[in-house]
C-alpha cells in the first residue's frame, strides 16, 4: 500500500486557471500519519538492508517508469498548478534526472571507504560509511511539485531510507501518483507514502517522533514552525525556504542573452519560483540598453492556461494580495512601471511588471514577491552590484551575466547565495551533482549532488586494530612508549613551514 486512508475526510485539488475540480483526496490526520510512520520504520529496515546493487536496480526501474509516464505526470502538474504543459515537462524531466544520478551515486558517495588512518595510528584498519537515517519526512511545496520534493525523496530512498512525504494541498495528486509509481516497482513495502491534507497533515508529520530526518521545502515562516516541531524531539532538519534572487549584469555581457535569461528567471512559472530572478542589477554603462531589451521581451509575455501562453495564473489566491501590495508599494514611493503596473493584476492571472527606480527599502526589493515582477537598478559598478545583491536576508540562488571570465567567478564568490549561475540563469540547480540550498532566511542543508546524499545518511566510523603498536592508554604503558612517541610526533610536527 502506497497511499494511506484511514481518514474519511476529503478536500478537493482544484485547477486554479479554471476552478475546476482535478481530484478528491483524504485529510490524514495524526492517527494515519502515525501510522504511516510506523509503516516507514519497517519498510526502512527492509530496503535498508536491501544493498546497494538492488537498490539502485529499483531505483533505476522507478526512473523507467516516471519516464514512461512522463506525459501523465505533467499533466497532472499541469493542471494542479495551472504552469504551462512543456514546462510541467521540464520539470518532470528534471525530477527524472535526479533519481538516476542518485540511484548511480550513493554508493560511490556513501559506501564503505577505507581510510587512511594516520602514522600514529598505522597499526589500524579504518572503514568509514554512511548507513542510512531510517523514517525520512518530507513535506513540499506547490510551485514546483515533483522536483522540488524530488530533490530530497530520491536521495534519501539512495540512502536507503523510506520516505513519507506531505505534498501541500494545492497539489496532492502528483505526490499520490509519485507514490503509486514506486509501489508499482516496490511492492514488498512502502517505501514512499504520501500523505495528504492541510498544514495540520504536515504538522503532525514534523512532530512525529518516528521520523529520523524532516527534508522542509516552503516558506520561511512556515520553516520556523516545522524546526520549532522538530525540536521537541530533536529531529534534525533541513530547511529550503524561499529567496530574493539577484541577477547582476555586468558591463560588457551579453545584453540579448541577459535580457533573454532573466526573463525566463523573473517571469517563468508566474515568478513563482524559489530561485527566481527579483531584483536586476545592471552596471551603469549597461544599463538603458539591457533595460530596452528587458521591456521589449516582456512587453510580449501573456499569461493564460491555452497552449501560447507564456506561463500560468497565480497557484495560490492568498499570494495576488502579496504581489499586488509590492507593486503598490513601490509606485507610492516613486518607482516606474516601465511594463505593466497595479493593473497588471488580473485574477487569477498577473501580467509581466518591470519596476525601475525602486528604493532599496520598499517590500518589492525587500520581500519574497513570488510573482512575475522584477525589480531592474543602476548600479554603478560590479562590486556595488554585489553589495546591493547581498543586502538581503534571504541568500538562495543567483546569476551573473558577465563578459570577463574572471571578473564573474570573483563576484560569484562574492555572491551571499548557496549556488550562483554565470552567463545561464539557474543552471546549478539543474545539474544533479551540483548541491542546492541557501544562506539566511533561505535556510540551510543541501539536497541534490553527494551533500544531498549525506544529508540523509549518518557516518559510521569503524576501526580494527590489526597488530598491537604502542599503548599509550593503558595504565601498563611505559616511559619508552611514551618517549618513543614524543620523538615522532616532534619529528613529524615541530618544524618551522616556510612560505
Ligand atoms: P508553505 O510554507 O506555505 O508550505 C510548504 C509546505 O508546508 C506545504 O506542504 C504546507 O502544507 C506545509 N505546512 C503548512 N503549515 C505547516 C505546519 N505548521 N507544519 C508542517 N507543514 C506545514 O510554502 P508554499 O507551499 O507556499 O511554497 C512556497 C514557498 O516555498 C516559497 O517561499 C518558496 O520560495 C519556497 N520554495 C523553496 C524552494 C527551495 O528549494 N528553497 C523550492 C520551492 C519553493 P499546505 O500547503 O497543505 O498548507
Request: net charge neutral; charged share 20%.
Amino acid at each position: 500500500m502506497s497511499v494511506a486512508t484511514e481518514s474519511i475526510e476529503t478536500f478537493a485539488s482544484l485547477n486554479p486557471a479554471t476552478g475546476e475540480v482535478v481530484a478528491e483526496h483524504p485529510v490524514q490526520d495524526d492517527a494515519a500519519v502515525a501510522a504511516a510512520v510506523e509503516r516507514a520504520r519497517e519498510a526502512a529496515g527492509w530496503w535498508g538492508a536491501l544493498g546497494w546493487k538492488e537498490r539502485r536496480l529499483r531505483l533505476l526501474n522507478i526512473k523507467g517508469s516516471l519516464t514512461r509516464n512522463l506525459n501523465r505526470m505533467a499533466q497532472l502538474i499541469h493542471e494542479e498548478t495551472g504552469k504551462p504543459l512543456q514546462d510541467a515537462q521540464l520539470e518532470t524531466i528534471l525530477a527524472i534526472t535526479h533519481l538516476d544520478w542518485a540511484a548511480r551515486n550513493a554508493s560511490k558517495v556513501l559506501g564503505p571507504r577505507n581510510v587512511y588512518p594516520g602514522i600514529m595510528a598505522i597499526n589500524q584498519k579504518c572503514v568509514l560509511e554512511y548507513q542510512p537515517l531510517g523514517v525520512v519526512g518530507v513535506i513540499g511545496p506547490w510551485n514546483y511539485p515533483v522536483v522540488t520534493p524530488m530533490g530530497s525523496i530520491a536521495y534519501a530512498l539512495a540512502a536507503g531510507n523510506a520516505v513519507v512525504f506531505k505534498p501541500s494541498e494545492f497539489t496532492p495528486g502528483a505526490g499520490v501518483y509519485l507514490a503509486e509509481l514506486v509501489a508499482a516497482v516496490v511492492p514488498e513495502h512502502p517505501v514512499l507514502q504520501t500523505v495528504t491534507g492541510f498544514g495540520a497533515t504536515g504538522a503532525a508529520l514534523a512532530s512525529s517522533p518516528g521520523v529520523d530526518k524532516l527534508a522542509f521545502t516552503g516558506s520561511t515562516r512556515t520553516a520556523k514552525r516545522v524546526m520549532a516541531a522538530c525540536a521537541e524531539n530533536l529531529t534534525p532538519i533541513i530547511a529550503e525556504c524561499g529567496g530574493k534572487d539577484a541577477c547582476i549584469v555586468d558591463s560588457g555581457a551579453d545584453l540579448d542573452a541577459a535580457a533573454d535569461a532573466a526573463l525566463w528567471g523573473a517571469m517563468a512559472n508566474a515568478g513563482q519560483t524559489c530561485i527566481a530572478v527579483e531584483r536586476i542589477y545592471v552596471v551603469d554603462d549597461a544599463y538603458d540598453a539591457f533595460l530596452g531589451k528587458l521591456t521589449d521581451k516582456a512587453r510580449d509575455l501573456r499569461p493564460g492556461f491555452d497552449r501560447e501562453a507564456a506561463y500560468g495564473p497565480i497557484t495560490m489566491p492568498g499570494q495576488l494580495d502579496i504581489i499586488e501590495r509590492h507593486i503598490q508599494d513601490a509606485l507610492s514611493r516613486g518607482a516606474t512601471a516601465v511594463v505593466g503596473g497595479a493593473e497588471s493584476v488580473r485574477r487569477p492571472y498577473v501580467e509581466p511588471v518591470v519596476l525601475a527606480d525602486v528604493p532599496d527599502d520598499s517590500s518589492a526589493v525587500r520581500e519574497e514577491t513570488f510573482g512575475p515582477t522584477v525589480t531592474v537598478h543602476r548600479v554603478k559598478d560590479l562590486d556595488e552590484a554585489v553589495e546591493k545583491a547581498n543586502e538581503s536576508s534571504y541568500g538562495l540562488a543567483g546569476t551573473i551575466y558577465s563578459g570577463d571570465k574572471s571578473r564573474a567567478m570573483d563576484a560569484a564568490r562574492r555572491m551571499r547565495s548557496g549556488m550562483t549561475s554565470i552567463n545561464a540563469f539557474a543552471a546549478t540547480s539543474q545539474i544533479p551533482a551540483l548541491p542546492f540550498g541557501g544562506v539566511g532566511e533561505s535556510g540551510f542543508g543541501r539536497i541534490h549532488g553527494p551533500d544531498g546524499l549525506r544529508e540523509f545518511a549518518r557516518p559510521k566510523a569503524i576501526s580494527r586494530q590489526r597488530f598491537s603498536a604502542m599503548n599509550l592508554t593503558s595504565f601498563t604503558r611505559t616511559d619508552k612508549d611514551m618517549n618513543r612517541v614524543l620523538g615522532l610526533i616532534t619529528m613529524f610536527h615541530a618544524r618551522r613551514y616556510k612560505r
